[in-house]
Nanobody, 122 residues
């Protein structure tokens, strides 16, 4: 059992930056892959980035977002630069116990945070 809590969401102008954090508690030693997804109303949950043995990014955020983790602090972060209005979404932190080639699928993950709102104004 792992609990994930996101923080750092907010309002930022296009071109600005924001850093999201996800704090894990509970059975944290069992988490291998962590990821960020985002979801807008009426849309499916969209893969943003993942980190395990390697890092992975959606094409839409590659070069702008950076995922990192601090295992000692049981946190994972998402540094978001050059934000665009289309980045506006609720961002969710997710975790899984092992590596999967399907890291980009939300169904791969069994631990989820409650989400944090990111709004990018034009």
């Amino acid at each position: 059992q792992v609990q994930l809590v996101e923080s750092g969401g907010g309002l930022v102008q296009a071109g600005g930056s924001l850093r999201l954090s996800c704090a894990a508690s509970g059975r944290t030693f069992s988490i291998y892959t962590m990821a960020w997804f985002r979801q807008a109303p009426g849309k499916e949950r969209e893969f943003v980035a993942a980190i395990g043995g390697s890092t992975y990014y959606a094409d839409s955020v590659k070069g702008r977002f950076t995922i990192s983790r601090d295992n000692a602090k049981n946190t994972v972060s998402l540094q978001m630069n050059s934000l665009k209005p289309e980045d506006t979404d609720v961002y969710y932190c997710a975790g899984h116990t092992y590596y999967s080639s399907n890291y980009y699928r939300d169904t791969t993950y069994d631990s989820w945070g409650q989400g944090t709102q990111v709004t990018v104004s034009s």
